[in-house]
């Protein structure tokens, strides 16, 4: 199995493919061989090409905001479709008002479309948030179905609970980017989980061990 998480070497990041650990994804030539050759298809092209330059220009001076924008522009994506959370309908309504700013058209669809409820799918009382009642499911797949059919250029999460962004990304016909990311008990802010694993949230990471 690859491992580059626990490689300290990192060769690959320098172009010095020998310093590698025993098993390792530079090994494996015709995989990378076949990725090359997907990097040469038009959209493959145009995106990786694209990212690379506004990875250089933001770098250290953009805000993921202005990348998407930069981004989206550079690669002449016109039409922006919005899968957001409920929970995040403020920030997402400033979102959709800084992209129509620049001159973006843009589709916005609520995770909450189409009012199902949560018994649809088996949940019981017992699992719902607020327990006995006639409680709303997220709607991922509809989202999805919903912003191909708007037949959008580029699409952008905002927000999505863990798994219901899964669903998104599986069923979503145009390239997907990432703004936010749904963690409730750091304001949003998951890495901070991380960033405090060793400190404050050892023992809610790591339990007793």
């Known amino acids: 199995m690859y491992n580059c998480a626990k490689c300290v070497l990192q060769g690959c990041s320098k172009g010095e493919l020998e ?6 994804p530079n090994d494996s030539s015709q995989i990378q061989e076949q990725a090359e050759k997907l990097y040469l298809e038009e959209e493959n092209h145009k995106i990786s090409y694209n990212a690379a330059l506004v990875e250089a220009h933001g770098y250290g001076n953009m805000t993921r905001v202005e990348e998407i ?3 989206a522009k550079k690669c002449g994506y016109h039409k922006i479709g919005l899968a957001f959370c409920l929970g995040l309908a403020r920030e997402t309504r400033e979102f959709q008002n800084i992209l129509e700013y620049h001159d ?15 018994d649809f799918i088996g949940i019981k009382d017992e699992d719902k948030i607020q327990g006995d009642c006639d409680e709303i499911m997220c709607n991922p797949i509809g989202q999805a179905l919903l912003l191909n059919d708007q037949k959008t250029d ?3 999460i905002l927000g999505l ?9 599986k069923y979503l016909e145009a390239p997907i980017t990432t703004l936010g990311v749904k963690d409730r008990v750091t304001g949003h802010n998951p890495l901070a989980a991380i960033y405090m694993a060793q400190g404050y949230y050892k023992k809610k990471l790591y339990g007793d061990k």
């Open 104 to 118: 973006f058209e843009v589709v916005s669809v609520l995770c909450k479309n189409g009012g199902l409820r949560k």
């Open 69 to 71: 924008i930069l981004f």
């Open 19 to 24: 310093k590698s650990l025993p098993v390792c």
């Open 161 to 169: 609970c863990v798994g219901h962004d899964t669903l998104v990304m």
């Open 154 to 156: 580029l699409n952008v």
